[in-house]
């Protein structure tokens, strides 16, 4: 269920309501109950799985790998070789 933002013109107050995609009814002022809502745009939240959020963020590791091979200059270990080959890989 999505959460808005109004700003009552009744009571001055920025007021947050969750209301579903399907009430079409008019949203009330939580604080003095009035229908005298504007609504506000804000900020908006996605939320998704583990295995999303590291799909998304692969180019990350790969642009890091990327410069700390740049910046060893060919001065690493095997160990710390590997784990960027991993990075680079996903």
Same mark, same amino acid.
């Given at each position: 269920?999505?959460?808005?933002?109004?700003?009552? &013109? @009744? /009571? &001055? &107050?920025?007021?947050?309501?969750?209301?579903?995609?399907?009430?079409?009814?008019?949203?009330? /002022?939580?604080? /003095? %109950?009035? @229908?005298? +809502?504007?609504?506000?745009?804000?900020?908006?939240?996605?939320?998704?799985?583990?295995? %999303?959020?590291?799909?998304?963020?692969?180019?990350?590791?790969?642009? +890091? *790998?990327?410069?700390?091979?740049?910046? *060893?200059?060919?001065? +690493?270990?095997?160990?710390? @070789? &590997?784990? +960027?080959?991993?990075? @680079?890989?996903?």
């Amino acid at each position: 269920m999505p959460l808005y933002e109004y700003h009552c &013109q @009744e /009571c &001055q &107050q920025k007021v947050t309501i969750w209301r579903s995609f399907s009430d079409t009814s008019s949203p009330r /002022c939580p604080i /003095c %109950d009035s @229908e005298d +809502l504007t609504r506000l745009i804000s900020q908006i939240s996605i939320v998704k799985s583990g295995k %999303d959020r590291v799909r998304d963020l692969s180019w990350v590791d790969r642009d +890091l *790998a990327r410069r700390l091979r740049k910046k *060893a200059d060919g001065k +690493l270990s095997p160990a710390f @070789e &590997q784990t +960027l080959d991993k990075m @680079e890989s996903k």
